[in-house]
Every structure is written in structure tokens, then in C-alpha cells.
């Protein structure tokens, strides 16, 4: 049972994509000195954790994901004491930095490939996965997963990118390696890891076995005990495609001495085809679906483990423009995203931008993109035959750039993200969408988020309460019940452009209900059973 209270039960994490964060040397890539000049605007948001997606030394071919060296700073980012400068800057505003682990895979200008790939005798041939005889698994950019190495006359897996070579945790000489990366960091002072695929380090390709091998708990039970396991209070998250709500519980239950929490991604996967889909083959999502998805993990992990709460990363599209309404009610749909996601039982993640209701982006020429997920696809569908116009349909929709365009600072060029010019193009729409705005406007997205984020910080119903769907069938409202001791709650989003009727007893409102939220500036018309366009709202029942 989770019985012990945590620190991170209370705190809310953002998420930095450092390299499109904030530019403070003008050379047009966001760097570390960048996020310290932000960290009065973060202190101020309230939240208590700065996940960093990775910023160690890398050749960018997956924009840090293709880590070089574990132990130093990537050249554009800065040095390492611009990194130990922002921990120690963060934890005087009381926020934790959370490093990203990439052990599933390194760059292949890590020293340890540079060496595996000389001899099959060289010490850290074992390193990596090798094969004469390659199978049909296919790499998730597209393409093979396995790349021949003439000096060898075999071939190394990447489930990745080919310079994303994929380490051997069967090799204890590996785990010793990651659990040694761990330490020095922990060293440094920092306050968790996200663990990057961490559900495929168990992998046995030639049996075609990817995520959820039957060791990979033992290797996340080491890195537990032999390395965060070791200090207090390491606050931990796995990003695992393939987790369900079962295995959730395996995940965050304290006495399986795994992680804190995984990124599960359930609810967001339902707008693809089901049938051999991918992310780009769009279907319309369903909303009794994702009320399911969601509540599913509510129920399963409540009191047993601990649940992540997210609707953006820096692999997802901008949610406001994926479940909301990025157009004219893009305020009051932001507002209820932030609700429904914040009102649940778990910690909530907010990405870069999310906080003042940034939107997806459209770059008519394919040139402007950057992610190699998205070029790969784009050059992969057109030899296939796709039409021009769906693919970029496909891309304005699902791209991973969607979350890569600059933070949007100011109405400055470049919306004060840079002097010099910017490694991907902004958003044009940065005159509307802007930080120094929204923390002039009481009423803004931000304000809204500085809000929650405030009420988790004391509200035990909010953490610690049970979780009840209300109108399952519903196709446009998302609402729930969170109790706790004598106290009852109500939450709830309208996912839509409409005006609902709802009696107001099916949702147990009357006389005594109060609003603690919502996002319309007048109180709403509830006791008319009356719910506005994308209207949301918490209320004390
Ligand atoms: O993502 C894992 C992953 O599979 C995603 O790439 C996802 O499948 C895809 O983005 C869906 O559109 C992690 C990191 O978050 C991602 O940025 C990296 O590219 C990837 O691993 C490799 O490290």
C-alpha cells in the first residue's frame, strides 16, 4: 500500500526542452545560463521541479537524445558550472532539477561505440547489440533497426536513430556504468531522473522482444538500490509506451523499489488508427475513450502506486490544439485542459509553453522542420506515394516540433527567445501568445496554472482523495468526483465547443456547492444546469 507521504505528491514538474527554452549567448540555440535568467518566472509558476530533457555532450542527431558523454555539457548548452550554478540557483527558489537519463541507448560518437565497433575482442564490443543475422525489427524513425559495420561484417541494434546505437543491459558492466552516471549526478545535487524508453532496456531482439522483458525489472531494481536508492527522497519517472495500469502499479508501488512514477501513454494514443496505425494516421479521438484510459489508472493505482499526470512533452503535440480549441476559445480550453489533468490523484507535468496556452505549429515549407522523426516520415511517405498535402497535414497535427518551437517570451523579434537567429522558427503567433502578457493579465493561462499548482501545495483531497467518474457515456463532458475524509469535490471540463444541459443532481450539485475554480469570469449558471463551451470548474460539493 502507498501509505507514505512524499514530497513530490505536492509539487508539479516542468518540463525545459533547454534548446528551445531561452537563448542567453545569441547564437540562436537555447542554453543553460538561459534557464537561469527564467527561474524567477518558474519560482514564480510555484512549481518545485525543472525536468531537463537531456543536456549532456551529444551531435544533436536526436537533439540530446544521442548522448556523447554522460559526464559533459553539451557545447551549445554551456559548461558544467553553468550546470552546477542553475542547480544551485533552482534550489534557492526551492526548486529540484530532474536530469534525463538516456540509457537505452547511446550517441555512436560515445566513446564506449567508438570503441565497440573496432573489434568483437574490444572490451566494449559487449557494450552494444550485435548480430550477423539481422531480423525485420524495425527501427521507430523508420527503416531497419539494424545497421551493418563492415570492420566487423555484423550488425548493432538501434531501435532508434542508426547514430542511436542501443546498449546491452544483459552486460552488468552496462548497469554499473548507468548506476556510476547516476551517482555522479546525484553527487552534483540534483533531485530525480527521468528515465528515457526505460521499459526497453529489457529487450531481447532476436526473440523480438522489446518493451517489458523479463529482466527489466531486476535492471530498474538495481538501478534503485545500487544508485538513487542510495539518497533521500530521489524523486523518479520511466517513460513506458508499454505500460498498463497493472503494470503501473508494479512501477510506482514503494515496495517493488522501482521508480516514483512512469509516463504511461495510454490516453494518448486514441487519435490513431488502431489497426497497424501510426501516430500520423489521424482519427478522431473519442472522449468516453479517454475518460476510460484515464480514470482507469485513477482507480487501478489509487492507494497502491502513484500516477503521472500529463497532456504535452516534447515528443507530443500542443494539447490545446490536439483536445482543445487553439482558435477562439483558446484561453477557457487551456484553462480546462489544466483543470481536468491537475483535479486528478498523481504529480502533474506542465511543458515548456503550456503554462500560457501555446499552440501547435504550421511551417508550410518542409525545410523549416527540424526533428528527425518528422523528415524521416515526410521523405518515407512521399517515396511511399502519400499525397503532399496529407503528409503535411499529418505534420501540423502530430510533429514533434509542435513542442520545439521557441518559448514564447515577449512581442521582441523572435519573441524574445534569441538575439541571433533561432535554430528552428518561432511561432508566428508569439504577438498573442506571450509570457510577459500572460503574467500581466490576472486573468491569463498562467495565472490560471500558478493557481493549481498553489492548491496542490495544501489541498489533501486534492492529493490524497479517491477519484469517481461521473457520466461515463458522456461524449463532450469529463467529470469526476475526488473525496477525502468528510470532504467531497467536484471536477469538471467540457470538451467541446457546445452549450451542455446537465441536471445539476447528476452531478451531485445543490444549494451548498461552492466554486473554488473556474475559468469563465462570471460564476457559472450550473444551478441552471447550463455548461458553457469548453467550461470547467472545481467545486466544493
Ligand atoms: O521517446 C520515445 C519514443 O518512442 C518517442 O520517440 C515516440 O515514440 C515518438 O516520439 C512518438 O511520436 C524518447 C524521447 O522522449 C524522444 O525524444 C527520443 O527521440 C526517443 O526516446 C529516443 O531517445
Redesign the pocket.
Known sequence: MNHEHKWWHRSVVYQIYPRSFYDADGDGIGDLAGIIRKLDYLALLGVGVLWL?PVYASPND??G??IADYYRIMDEFGTMDDMDLLIAEAGRRGMKIMMDV?A??TSDEHRWFCEARTSPDNPYHDYYIWTKQPNDLMS??GGSAWQYEPRLDEYYLH???RK?PDLNWANPQVRREIVDVLTFWLEKGVGGFRF??IDLIGKIPEQRIIANGPRLHDYVLELNEDGFGQYDDILTVG?A?GATPQTGVRWSDPESRQLSMIFQFGHLTLDQARVGGE?WDIIPYDLRELKTVLSRWQTELYGRGWNSLFWN????PRAVSRFGDDGRYRVESAKMLATVLHGMAGTPYIYQGEEIGMTNVRFTDIADYRD??TLNMYRDRLAAGYRPHGVMAAIYA?S?DNARTPMQWDTSEHAGFSAGTPWIKVNPNYWDINALSAVEDKDSVFHYYRRLVALRKTADWLVYGSYELLLPDHGQLFAYCRRYEREEYLVFGNFSGLTLTIYPAELRLGARSVPLLNNYPDPTPWENGVIRPWETAIIKL
Open positions: 530533457c536526436d537533439n537524445y544521442d538516456v537505452n541507448h521507430v524513425f531501435l532508434f536513430s542511436q528515457d524508453v517513460e509506451w501516430k512533452n516534447h515528443d507530443l528527425i522523426e502530430k514533434r
